[in-house]
T-cell receptor, first 113, second 112 residues
Framework: EPEVTQTPSHQVTQMGQEVILRCVPISNHLYFYWYRQILGQKVEFLVSFYNNEISEKSEIFDDQFSVERPDGSNFTLKIRSTKLEDSAMYFC???????????FGQGTRLTVV | RKEVEQDPGPFNVPEGATVAFNCTYSNSASQSFFWYRQDCRKEPKLLMSVYSSGNEDGRFTAQLNRASQYISLLIRDSKLSDSATYLCVVIMRGDSWGKFQFGAGTQVVVTP
């Protein structure tokens, strides 16, 4: 079964540093998403991305966050200056089209110290 | 008020028994509903979509009650492998596909 691949599986970074979380979506997917889950809390929507631009973003997705799909395969989430409260599991997801199942990657655990 | 609310549990269920739990949503204009399963520290995985007429997939039955704004999940003949957190997921009308509103999850523990 095709899968969404995320790297790294765990990233530890110092507060104020930039991090880039990487995702390789399923090859025929067109819609891409980032979600996060703070430990013990619910999964929260960050951003959706289609046709090389952001479709929708949440209040969490402020100026410190950015996404891009530079080479048509990797889909990245960048946090410019990490804060302690950015510590969470970040999930990438994708769908092939509207109204189809969303597949999630296994997540990147980000720890900001 | 939370958009999507779930009883966190845990629901401790003997193997072979039936367990059922609900999820309430606050936005009456919600348009799409799902149950996802999440194992500890893993990614959410789609269990089933929830249709207006209710639907069944093997031992799992999902129902939607629009009037009372809740969805339900029933698991029959529970297996040890059913132990997980079950996430209620809603898409609000007007939101783009894939902008899921997740509940905090209901933990189910199936015991031998």
């Amino acid at each position: 079964e095709p899968e969404v691949t995320q790297t790294p599986s765990h990233q530890v970074t110092q507060m104020g540093q930039e991090v880039i979380l990487r995702c390789v979506p399923i090859s025929n997917h067109l819609y891409f998403y980032w979600y996060r889950q703070i430990l013990g809390q619910k999964v929260e929507f960050l951003v959706s991305f289609y046709n090389n631009e952001i479709s929708e973003k949440s209040e969490i997705f402020d100026d410190q966050f950015s996404v891009e799909r530079p080479d048509g395969s990797n889909f990245t989430l960048k946090i410019r200056s990490t804060k302690l409260e950015d510590s969470a599991m970040y999930f990438c997801a994708g769908t092939g089209s509207m109204n189809t199942e969303a597949f999630f990657g296994q997540g990147t655990r980000l720890t900001v110290v | 008020r939370k958009e999507v609310e779930q009883d966190p549990g845990p629901f401790n269920v003997p193997e072979g028994a039936t367990v059922a739990f609900n999820c309430t949503y606050s936005n009456s204009a919600s348009q799409s509903f799902f149950w996802y399963r999440q194992d500890c520290r893993k990614e959410p995985k789609l269990l089933m979509s929830v249709y207006s007429s209710g639907n069944e997939d093997g031992r799992f039955t999902a129902q939607l009650n629009r009037a009372s704004q809740y969805i339900s999940l029933l698991i029959r003949d529970s297996k040890l492998s059913d132990s997980a957190t079950y996430l209620c997921v809603v898409i609000m009308r007007g939101d783009s596909w894939g902008k899921f509103q997740f509940g905090a999850g209901t933990q189910v523990v199936v015991t031998p």
